[in-house]
Structures are given as C-alpha cells and as structure tokens.
C-alpha cells in the first residue's frame, strides 16, 4: 500500500489549494478514504471521508469551504480546499479506512504541508 | 461531539518498564470504536490497535488495548528505545465522525 500526497503549499487568507493522493498497492474503489490533518504542535483532527459510493463528510470546521472526491479510474482522492484561513496551516495526511465497518485509519501517506498566510 | 482526554500528558519510563496510558471518552464510545496510534517526529501516525483491544498487523505483543464505554488503557508491557514517541487514541462515531485525544508523549530514559 502505498498513498502520496501532492499540491501542498503556500495560499493566502481566502485563496484555494486542491490536495491529491495517489493511491497503489491495493483495491481502491473499495475502501472508504479519509483527510487528516495535523496542526503544529497538535493532534491529528478528521477533515473529509469519502465512502466507497461516493457519501462524503466532513470536520465541522470545514464544512462548506472544503470537498472531498475520488476517481477511481485514476486510483486518487482529492480535496478542495477554498477560503482557507490561518487555522488551516496544517500537514494534510491522506489516510485509507481499514474496511467499511472498521473505522480505523490503517495507512497514511507521508503528508503535505499547507500554510496559510499572507 | 465526543471528547477524548489522554493522561499523562508525558511518561517517562527506562528501558524494560511497563507503561499505562489513559484515554477517558466524554461520552461511551459506540461498538468500542476505539484506536490507538503511534507517531514518531516527522511521521504519519502508525495504527497499534483497534476495536479497543485487537493488535494491527505487525505490531508487537508487547502493545495490548483493553477498556470499554468511556475509560480505555494502553499498555506497554516492556519499553523498548524504538518506543519513544507520541501515542494518540481516536474514537468513531457521533459528530464529527472521528475524534482524536491530544496525546501522550513517552519518553524512554
């Protein structure tokens, strides 16, 4: 398994970034995936999931500005992220599901940082 | 939303020693939904244990979950250097779906 971030970076206050995860070594149309993210000095916090049938959701303090989606012809997720503030600098981990009914985070990817500043 | 709190904040143990963390939930914590995780500085958090007390695959025996409803227990029976690291439990269930503690930091003297 394997699971590699990209599009992490610098925005300013109110800018957009989109993250992608390029997912390998196992069935990724079957497993629900997830956004985490990791402030400094802090504990990871839930962002977005994405199930199997496309059913999304997300981090109340995300709601509304950021979308999660997957293409599974690709084999990667995605997150939009728009009206990013100062609180969203954070390393953005993708993590795969351990299975639909078993909530766990089971591989992460090594992470993309985004910074949020003017 | 469930709250999860982590104590201590920090252990420091030596080499060999047994170390016991606590995760106590805000609310009971649905099916035990409940993980715990490993992160070293400059990694991903690494999953230890889930459904409260199953080891993940390749983790050592010497790591054991146990607990239910809302006071869950890691423990460490014998510290190894490669031990030292940031340990997180995380919970499914409620709004929003997944919560994290804030963590324990091990240190190994």
């Known amino acids: 398994v394997q699971l590699v971030e990209s599009g992490g970076g610098l925005a300013q206050p109110g800018g957009s970034l989109r993250l992608s995860c390029a997912a390998s070594?196992?069935?990724?149309?079957?497993?629900?995936m997830t956004w985490v993210r990791q402030a400094p000095g802090k504990g990871p916090e839930y962002v977005s999931g994405i199930g199997t049938a496309g059913s999304t959701s997300y981090g109340d303090s995300v709601k509304g500005r950021f979308t999660i989606s997957r293409d599974t012809s690709t084999n990667t997720l995605y997150l939009q992220m728009n009206s990013l503030r100062a609180e969203d600098t954070a390393v953005y981990y993708c993590?795969?599901?351990?299975?639909?009914?078993?909530?766990?985070?089971?591989?992460w990817g090594q992470g993309a940082l985004v910074t949020v500043s003017s | 939303e469930i709250v999860l709190t982590q104590s201590p904040g920090t252990l420091s143990l030596s080499p060999g020693e047994r170390a016991t963390l606590s995760c106590r939930a805000s609310?009971?914590?649905?099916?035990?939904?409940l993980a715990w995780y490993q992160q070293k500085p400059g990694q991903a958090p690494r999953l230890l244990i889930y459904g409260a007390s199953s080891r993940a695959a390749g983790i050592p025996d010497r790591f054991s979950g146990s607990g239910s409803g809302t006071d869950f227990t890691l423990t460490i029976s014998r510290l190894e250097p490669e031990d030292s690291a940031v340990y997180y439990c995380?919970?499914?269930?409620?709004?929003?779906?997944?919560?994290f503690g804030q963590g324990t930091k091990v240190e190994i003297k």
């Open positions: 993590a795969k599901i351990f299975a639909s009914g078993s909530p766990y985070f089971d591989y």
């Open positions: 070594g196992f069935s990724f149309n079957i497993y629900p």
């Open positions: 609310q009971s914590v649905s099916n035990n939904y």
């Open positions: 995380q919970q499914y269930g409620g709004s929003p779906l997944y919560t």
